[in-house]
């Protein structure tokens, strides 16, 4: 079993910048593919970012050149580096693990952006 905890979400005022974190524990054995979702009230959850084993990422495009993905593999951990923020980054953000017979989901974390 894999559990996943975010953190690092809250209130930002409109151009402010966050770190998310997302630690991973269980059963991991090596790198695997991590995404980052969001989900704004009364919208269907949609992807951000990914980012691969290898440290490759891939971007939305409304974040692309704003938010940045990395990974620590050393500590099972991965980070989405927020900037420009803008009201409709709102939502609660969930860190999803891609398993090689399941994918997981942590508990979310929420962002408002609002001045």
């Known amino acids: 079993q894999v559990q996943l905890v975010e953190s690092g979400g809250g209130l930002v005022q409109p151009g402010g910048s966050l770190r998310l974190s997302c630690a991973a524990s269980?059963?991991?054995?090596?790198?695997?593919?991590m995404g980052w979702f969001r989900q704004a009230p009364g919208k269907q959850r949609e992807l951000v970012a990914t980012?691969?084993?290898?440290?490759?990422?891939f971007y939305v495009d409304s974040v692309k050149g704003r938010f940045t993905a990395s990974r620590d593999n050393a500590k099972n951990t991965v980070y989405l580096q927020m900037n420009s923020l803008k009201p409709e980054d709102t939502g609660v953000y969930f860190c999803?693990?891609?398993?090689?017979?399941?994918?997981?989901w942590g508990q979310g974390t929420q962002v408002t952006v609002s001045s």
């Open positions: 980012i691969f084993s290898d440290g490759n990422s």
């Open positions: 999803k693990l891609y398993g090689d017979s399941n994918d997981y």
């Open positions: 269980g059963s991991i054995f090596g790198p695997r593919a």
